[in-house]
């Protein structure tokens, strides 16, 4: 069940549109585990959050939905973290499925909010931003640090470098993170989303270049070398079923990449046909 649920879901964003409505697993909790080197798990069965650990405390990737604030604090306490050592908050993107807890967990944690220069307005008025066929609203949070592309985020040592990847929205933030593992040191990369999910391609007054960035983040991307992938929605690198080395899959991301780009390509041409 659980699996036709995700591949239902999944199959309704790379077509250009989002589920009718939220798939159960977005707010199913489960327990916290263990992903590679420095890196743990603290979201819900069906939206990433990922903890990254250092010596001066954590940086949390994605606030998923504010109904999930709950158990992701009680995630991160059970791998023995206090909330006071979440230091940093940093996003994939602006839409209410991934940031929607972030203004919650800023005001529990005391945490430093950072975020690309793109999402800052949808962060901090608490909609999406562009021409959609769906209204996406979430709590508002406060941007502590606009960042650009190429920033680098360090903590304790650890060093998370933003990359611009726009398109799904117009701040969409691929994150790299160096791990050194048995094997020697491999690259995680957290892709933002590559789906149209919902955007108006053609005709996008809010967001006029959304067809050119989507088409600059698909070339990027395809250059990207990822030798671990970890999305905001888990079930596209089986995140919550794999384990240790399995999390190893250096084909994955071009892949994803591929099967975004034909998506898009299809949803555009189906629009402007419509548009003529």
């Not at 989002?18 to 979201?43: E, K, M, Q």
């Not at 903590?155 to 929205?169: F, K, N, R, S």
């Not at 789906?195 to 600059?216: E, S």
Request: proline share 6%; aromatic share 6%.
């Amino acid at each position: 069940m659980i699996a036709k649920l995700f591949a239902v879901a999944s199959a309704l964003l790379l077509a250009g549109a989002p589920p009718l409505s939220d798939p159960p697993a977005w707010t199913r909790p489960i327990a916290p585990f263990h992903i590679i080197g420095n890196i743990y798990y603290v979201g819900s069965e069906g939206l990433a959050a990922y903890l990254i650990t250092t010596s001066r405390g954590a940086i949390l990737l994605d606030g998923t939905m504010e109904a999930n604030v709950p158990a992701i604090e009680a995630n991160i306490k059970a791998l023995g973290i206090k909330l006071s050592d979440v230091k940093i908050l940093l996003n994939s993107h602006a839409h209410f499925d991934h940031a929607g807890g972030l203004a919650h967990l800023k005001r529990d944690t005391g945490a430093t909010m950072m975020a690309m220069k793109g999402d800052v307005w949808a962060l901090e008025n608490g909609k999406h931003f562009g021409d959609q066929n769906y209204v996406g609203a979430f709590a508002p949070v406060k941007v502590d640090r606009v960042l650009t592309d190429g920033a680098k985020v360090t903590l304790g040592g650890v060093t998370m470098t933003a990359i611009a990847t726009p398109g799904h929205t117009s701040g969409c933030t691929t994150w790299v993170l160096p791990v050194r593992l048995k094997a020697g040191v491999k690259t995680v990369v957290f892709p933002c989303s590559m789906t149209v999910a919902g955007n108006k391609l053609v005709g996008n007054r809010q967001y006029p270049d959304i067809v050119a960035d989507f088409r600059r983040t698909f070339d990027r991307m395809a250059k990207l070398k990822a030798d671990v992938v970890l999305p905001a929605h888990p079930e596209l690198a089986q995140v919550t079923t794999r384990k240790g080395e399995e999390f190893l899959q250096p084909a994955l991301l071009p892949k994803l990449v591929a099967d975004a780009r034909a998506a898009f390509d299809k949803e555009w041409l189906k629009e402007s046909a419509i548009a003529r």
